[in-house]
C-alpha cells in the first residue's frame, strides 16, 4: 500500500511556487499578494489563517491578515472588500469561513470580485468550472486532485465514488473527476447503499464529515482512496476513512493528519499566484 505523503507532495508545491513567484518578482517587478480576512475567534480558524500566513511568507507572496471581532457589522466587511477588490497589490481575497450568524455568507463570497477569488467559491468559478473554463478550483479539491494524479497520471475511464455533496468538497471534486474523464459518482447522506456504491469505485474521495464511515469492506482491492475528513472524536482526530482497515485493501490511501490538509494550504497559494498571472496578461 502507497501511503499518500500529503506533507511532502505539499513542500515540493510550494518549493516549485517559490521558484515560480521568484521568477515573476525579476519578470513583474512585483510578488503576488494574499489578503485573508479572518472573523471572531474560533480556535480551528486562528490555526488555519496562521498556517496560511506562514506559508504565503515562505514561498515569497506578499500576505495580510485582517482581523475583525464576532461583533463587526457585514457593512464593515462588505466595504473592506470592495476596497481589496480595487486594490492593485492584492491578487487574491479569502474570508475564513465559517462566518457569524449575522453576516450572509453568499453576500460575502459574492462580494469578492472573481478574478480575486482564490476560494472558487464564487459563482463565476463555480460555473466556469462546472462548464471546463478557465477559474479558480477550491483548494482543497484541487489538493485532492494533485495527489491523486501523483498515483495515477491517466484516469480516463477510471470510476470514480465521491461521498459528500458540498459546495466546498464533493461537488468542485466531481467536476475536477469529470474532466479527467473519469465515470463519477456522487454519493451522500441519503444514498441507499453506500457500501455497493463504493466497492464499484477505483478511486473514493470522502468528504462527508462522519468519523471512520468507510470500512475496510467497502473498497475494492487496489483502489485510491482519499480521506478529506477531519473529526475530533475521544481517540483524537480521524478522518472520514477506517485507516487501518481500509489500508489493508488499498492500492494508495492519505492519513489524516498529514494527507489532504497540507495540500490545500499549498493549493491556496498556488490559487493566488494563478490569479496574479491572469491579472498581469
Ligand atoms: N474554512 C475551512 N476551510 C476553508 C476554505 O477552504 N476556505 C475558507 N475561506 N474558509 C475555510
Redesign the pocket.
Known amino acids: 500500500m502507497i501511503l499518500i505523503d500529503g506533507k511532502k507532495a505539499a513542500a515540493e508545491l510550494r518549493a516549485e511556487l517559490k521558484e515560480e513567484v521568484a521568477e515573476l518578482k525579476s519578470k513583474h517587478n512585483k510578488v503576488p499578494g494574499l489578503t485573508v480576512i479572518l472573523i471572531g475567534d474560533l480556535t480551528p480558524?486562528q490555526i488555519?489563517v496562521r498556517n496560511k500566513e506562514k506559508s504565503a511568507n515562505e514561498v515569497g507572496l506578499k500576505s495580510e491578515v485582517i482581523k475583525y471581532p464576532d461583533s463587526v457589522e457585514e457593512k464593515t466587511v462588505l466595504e473592506k472588500i470592495q476596497e481589496l477588490n480595487s486594490d492593485e497589490t492584492v491578487s487574491g481575497i479569502?474570508?475564513?469561513?465559517?462566518l457569524p450568524k449575522h453576516i450572509d455568507k453568499q453576500k460575502v463570497i459574492e462580494a469578492i470580485v472573481p478574478s480575486k477569488d482564490v476560494?472558487g467559491f464564487h459563482p463565476m468559478n463555480v460555473g466556469n468550472l462546472s462548464s471546463g473554463y478557465e477559474s479558480s478550483i477550491?483548494?482543497?479539491p484541487l489538493g485532492c486532485y494533485l495527489l491523486i494524479k501523483k498515483i495515477e497520471p491517466n484516469l480516463s475511464g477510471k470510476k470514480a465514488v465521491v461521498v459528500g455533496r458540498s459546495n466546498?468538497n464533493g461537488k468542485p471534486m466531481t467536476q475536477l473527476l469529470l474532466k479527467e474523464n473519469c465515470t463519477v459518482t456522487i454519493t451522500h447522506s441519503k444514498t441507499k447503499d453506500l457500501k455497493a456504491e463504493c466497492l464499484e469505485a477505483d478511486i473514493i474521495v470522502a468528504a462527508v464529515g462522519i468519523p471512520e464511515l468507510v470500512r475496510g469492506d467497502w473498497v475494492k482491492k487496489d483502489a485510491i482512496v482519499i480521506d478529506v475528513g477531519i473529526n475530533k472524536t475521544d481517540n483524537g482526530i480521524v478522518g472520514d476513512v477506517h485507516f487501518d482497515e481500509v489500508s489493508k485493501n488499498a492500492k494508495a490511501l492519505t492519513p489524516v493528519p498529514g494527507g489532504v490538509g497540507p495540500m490545500?494550504i499549498a493549493c491556496l497559494l498556488k490559487n493566488t499566484i494563478e490569479c496574479f498571472k491572469r491579472s498581469q496578461l
Open positions: 480558524s488555519y479569502l474570508v475564513q469561513l465559517p476560494d477550491p483548494c482543497t466546498l490545500t
